[in-house]
C-alpha cells in the first residue's frame, strides 16, 4: 500500500499535517458519450486542491487538462465561466430582466452534444475509458455553481463517489472531485431536451390539430410542483407526479423522456411528435431559487413567486370571485404556449355555461357570453404578466376545449387588441359559440381553426337565439321542478334574446364526419362543410320542423346522457390522431384526402337533402302564417345554396393531391428534423396499430354513409326533436 493511500484510508482525526506534501498531479479529460473531447476543447477550468489554492487553465484540443504541482490530496474540478457568445437565444437567455438565467459556456458545449442512444439512457461503453484510470459519469450540473435552471438529475452507470469530497474538508464546495495521481475521464451527459413540434405557419395542419389536442388536454391536468406549501419555503421545487403539466415541461421533458399521457384516465398512450432540441430551446419552466432570485424569498409570502404560479393559473380556489378557470403557459425562443381547461367542474363550470347573458366585449359594439367573458378577463391578467415578462417576439398558439375552447377565443381576441401586436394561432376543440355577430365578423383578423367532432352537442351551445338573465333563468329553472308549465314559459323568457345580434360561431370550421360503410368498414373525413345541415348549425332546420326524411342527430338530450363524442381523451383526440394518420397516409401516397367512394357517397346523400328541402319549400301555407312561411323559404334558399357550396368543397378536396406542408406546416421545410421526429413517434407501438378510421377506405360501401352520420337511413321515419338544433 502507498503512502498515499495509507493517508487516504485513515480517519481524519489521525491524519494532521504539519507540512502538506506537494508535487502531486493530476490530469482529466472531458468527454462525450461517443468519446471524443472535442466538444469541450478550449474551455476554462478552474481546480482547487486539498489546501484551498486555485489553480485554473484551459482544456486542450482534446478536452484534457492536467494539473502538475498541487498539495497532497484530492482536488476539485469546475467550469464555471460564463457564457460569453454571440447566440442571441443565448444572449436573450442570460440578459432577460425576469428570472435571467446562469448559462455556461460548458452548458452551451454540453448542448452541443447528443445521445449515443436515441432515447437517452446511459452508455454502457465509452470508448474514452480505455485510456482512463478513473472513469466518471457526471452532469453540467455537477460542475457549475448555479444550478436550478438546469434538468434534473439522473441516473448514471458510473456516478461520482462522496468520499474524496469529505477528504477535502472545508475546501471543498462544488465540482467533482478527483483523486491525485491518475487520468480521470468525466463522460458529460448531453444537455438536449423533447419539445412537442409545434408549426408557426398560421396554415392550418394536421400536425397542430394533433399536438395541440393533446396540450388542451393537459390543462386538465395539476401543475403538480412539490412542496405544495405556500409560500414554498424549501430552496428547490420538483415536479414528481404524472400527468401534470409540471412534469412535463420541468421534468421528463427536460431529462428526454418520450410521454405518452396526458390525461389519468388514458388508456392509450398518444405520443406527441417529439423534436429533439438544446435544452435551453426547450418550453421552459422557469427556476426556482431563493438566494438567486429575490422573487422567490419565502419571507414574500403569499407574494412569492415560484414555477406554479407563474406558469399554471388556478382560479378554482379565489373566493366569492372565482370563475373556475384553470390555464398554462410556457414559452421557448420561436413560440409562446397557452392551453385554456374546458368544463371540469359540473356545478361551477355548468353555471358559468349557462351564463349566456350578452354583455359588451372590450369597450365595442360587440357583444359576448358573460360566464366566458368573466374567465377570460381572469385569464388575461395571468398570461399579460407572463408575456410581459418573457415575450421577445415568439408566436404565441392558444389551444382550449370546450369551455376552454370559448374562453381561449375571447383570450385571443383581447390579446390580438393589445398595442404588441401578437401573431396568434388557436385551435379549439368542441367549444361553444361565445360571442355575437358583431363580435364574430370584428375578430375576422383573428386565425381561428375550430374542430368539432360529429355528435358532439357543445357547440350547439348557447343557441344564436340565446341570451341568459341569471335572475330570471334560476328562478325559472326552480319553477320548473315545482310548476313545469309556469316553470318552462319564465326559462323561455330568461334564455330568450328579444334584442340585438344573435350568437354566432368564429373561426374556421372543421368536421370530424365518421363515415360507415358497412359492418366491417369506416372511415372519417375532417372537412369544412359550407353547409349547416352537416355542420349541424341549422336554423333553417328548427323553424320548419321537418318531420318526414331529412336527418338529424340525436336528441341534445339523448347527446348530453352520452357525452363521448365531446371528450378529449375519448373522441377529439383519437380523431385528431386519426387524422394525423390519415394525411399522412395521403401524402405519402400522393393522393387527396378524400377518395372517389367517400366523395360519391357524400354527394349523393347531400343532393337528396337538397331534393328534401326544395319539397319543403314549396308547402307555404295560404293563411296567417304566410309571413313565417316566407322567413322559412328564405332560410331554405339559403341551406340549398351552402349544399352546394358543400359539395363544391368536398370535389376540391377528392381532387387535391395532399401536401407535406398541410400535414406538418412550416415543419416540413425542416426535412432532416422532421424525419428523425416521425422515426421516433413511429418507434411507439401505439403509432403502428392498423386503425380504421386513420386509414383511406378500400373496399365499395353501400348507402349507409348518412345513417352513420346522422343516426338513421335517409327517408326512413323518424323523430325529429327540435332541441338537438338548438
Known amino acids: 500500500m502507498t503512502s498515499m493511500e495509507k493517508e487516504l484510508e485513515s480517519p481524519l482525526s489521525s491524519r494532521v499535517l504539519a507540512c502538506p506534501a506537494q508535487g502531486r498531479w493530476s490530469s482529466f ?18 481546480v482547487i486542491d486539498s489546501e484551498g489554492k486555485n489553480y485554473d487553465g484551459n482544456l486542450d484540443a482534446t478536452g484534457s487538462g492536467k494539473i502538475a504541482d498541487h498539495f497532497a490530496g484530492p482536488i476539485a474540478l469546475t467550469l464555471e465561466k460564463k457564457y460569453q457568445g454571440e447566440d442571441m437565444a443565448y444572449v436573450r437567455a442570460v440578459n432577460r430582466r425576469h428570472y435571467p438565467l446562469e448559462i455556461t459556456e460548458l452548458q452551451v458545449r454540453a448542448e452541443q452534444t447528443r445521445y449515443v442512444n436515441h432515447n437517452s439512457t446511459r452508455t454502457k461503453e465509452n470508448p474514452a475509458r480505455t485510456c482512463a484510470d478513473e472513469f466518471f459519469q457526471v452532469e453540467v450540473r455537477h460542475l457549475v455553481q448555479h444550478v436550478s435552471h438546469l434538468p434534473p438529475q439522473v441516473y448514471s452507470l458510473y456516478p461520482t463517489g462522496s468520499g474524496p469530497a469529505k477528504i477535502m474538508g472545508k475546501h471543498y464546495e462544488r465540482g467533482v472531485v478527483l483523486m491525485p495521481l491518475q487520468h480521470t475521464v468525466l463522460e458529460v451527459r448531453p444537455m ?10 398560421p396554415a392550418f395542419c394536421a400536425l397542430n390539430l394533433y399536438q395541440l389536442a393533446l396540450m388542451a388536454t393537459l390543462s ?4 403538480g410542483q412539490e412542496p405544495k406549501k405556500h409560500p414554498v419555503e424549501t430552496k428547490t421545487v420538483s415536479f414528481p407526479v404524472k400527468p401534470t403539466v409540471g ?3 420541468g421534468d421528463a421533458l427536460a431529462k428526454f423522456e418520450e410521454l405518452g399521457k396526458v390525461d389519468a384516465t388514458q388508456e392509450k398512450a398518444y405520443y406527441p411528435l417529439f423534436e429533439d432540441v438544446p435544452y435551453s430551446r426547450r418550453l421552459e419552466v422557469v427556476p426556482f431559487d431563493p438566494t438567486l432570485y429575490s422573487a422567490n424569498d419565502p419571507q414574500l409570502g403569499v407574494d412569492q413567486e415560484h414555477p406554479a404560479n407563474i406558469h399554471f393559473f388556478d382560479d378554482r380556489i379565489s373566493g366569492k370571485q372565482s370563475t373556475d378557470t384553470q390555464a398554462f403557459i410556457t414559452h421557448h425562443d420561436e413560440l409562446i404556449l397557452i392551453s385554456v381547461r374546458g368544463t371540469y367542474e359540473l356545478i361551477a363550470d355548468g353555471l358559468r355555461d349557462a351564463d349566456a347573458f350578452q354583455v359588451p366585449f372590450e369597450d ?9 367573458y368573466e374567465a377570460a378577463q381572469k385569464a388575461a391578467v395571468f398570461v399579460a404578466r407572463y408575456l410581459d415578462r418573457f415575450y421577445a417576439g415568439q408566436k404565441l398558439l392558444i389551444c382550449g376545449h370546450s369551455l376552454g375552447g370559448a374562453v381561449a377565443l375571447l383570450l385571443s381576441e383581447m390579446l390580438r387588441r393589445r398595442p404588441e401586436g401578437y401573431n396568434i394561432q388557436l385551435y379549439t376543440y368542441g367549444a361553444p359559440r361565445a360571442g355575437d355577430a358583431n363580435f364574430t365578423l370584428g375578430a375576422k383578423d383573428l386565425v381561428h381553426h375550430r374542430m368539432v367532432a360529429h355528435n358532439d352537442p357543445v357547440p350547439s351551445v348557447p343557441g344564436t337565439w340565446m341570451n341568459t338573465k341569471t335572475s330570471v333563468f334560476g328562478t325559472g329553472a326552480v319553477l320548473t321542478f315545482v310548476n313545469v308549465p309556469v316553470g318552462l314559459s319564465v326559462f323561455v323568457a330568461g334564455i330568450t334574446n328579444w334584442t340585438g345580434e344573435p350568437y354566432e360561431h368564429h373561426g374556421t370550421l372543421y368536421h370530424a364526419m365518421q ?6 368498414e369506416k372511415s372519417m373525413i375532417l372537412w369544412k362543410p359550407g353547409c349547416d345541415t352537416v355542420a349541424q348549425h341549422a336554423a333553417c332546420s328548427v323553424a320548419i320542423q321537418l318531420q318526414n326524411g331529412l336527418p338529424d342527430r340525436p336528441s341534445l338530450l339523448a347527446q348530453l346522457f352520452s357525452a363521448g363524442s365531446h371528450s378529449m381523451v375519448g373522441s377529439y383526440i383519437p380523431a385528431c390522431w386519426a387524422t394525423l394518420k390519415r394525411w399522412q397516409e395521403a401524402q405519402t401516397m400522393k393522393r ?7 366523395f360519391k357517397w357524400v354527394e349523393t346523400a347531400l343532393l337528396s337533402i337538397t331534393a328534401q328541402l326544395r319539397y319543403k319549400r314549396g308547402q307555404t301555407r295560404p293563411d296567417a302564417y304566410v309571413r313565417h312561411d316566407e322567413k322559412i323559404n328564405v332560410a331554405l334558399n339559403l341551406e340549398i345554396d351552402r349544399i352546394q357550396v358543400t359539395i363544391k368543397r368536398l370535389r376540391k378536396l377528392q381532387c387535391e393531391r395532399t401536401t407535406e406542408q398541410q400535414v406538418y406546416g412550416s415543419l416540413s421545410t425542416q426535412p432532416e428534423q422532421l424525419s428523425a421526429s416521425l422515426s421516433r413517434w413511429l418507434a411507439h407501438a401505439e403509432n403502428q396499430v392498423v386503425e380504421q378510421l386513420a386509414m383511406a377506405p378500400t373496399s365499395k360501401s353501400d348507402n349507409g354513409l348518412l345513417a352513420s352520420i346522422y343516426g338513421h337511413t335517409v327517408g326512413a321515419p323518424h323523430k325529429l326533436d327540435i332541441d338537438s338544433y338548438i
Not at 438536449?192 to 405557419?201: G, K, N, Q, Y
Not at 387527396?592 to 367517400?598: D, L
Request: hydrophobic share 35%; charged share 25%; net charge negative.
Open 364 to 372: 365595442t359594439d360587440s357583444k359576448v357570453h358573460r360566464g366566458f
Open 29 to 46: 479529460q472531458l468527454v462525450d458519450e461517443f468519446g471524443s473531447g472535442e466538444p469541450y476543447a478550449g474551455l476554462a477550468y478552474v
Open 220 to 223: 386538465y391536468c395539476p401543475f
Open 192 to 201: 438536449r431536451a423533447l419539445r412537442p413540434m409545434l408549426s408557426t405557419d
Open 515 to 520: 363515415v360507415q360503410f358497412d359492418r366491417n
Open 592 to 598: 387527396p384526402i378524400v377518395t372517389e367512394g367517400e
Open 247 to 249: 412534469n412535463w415541461f
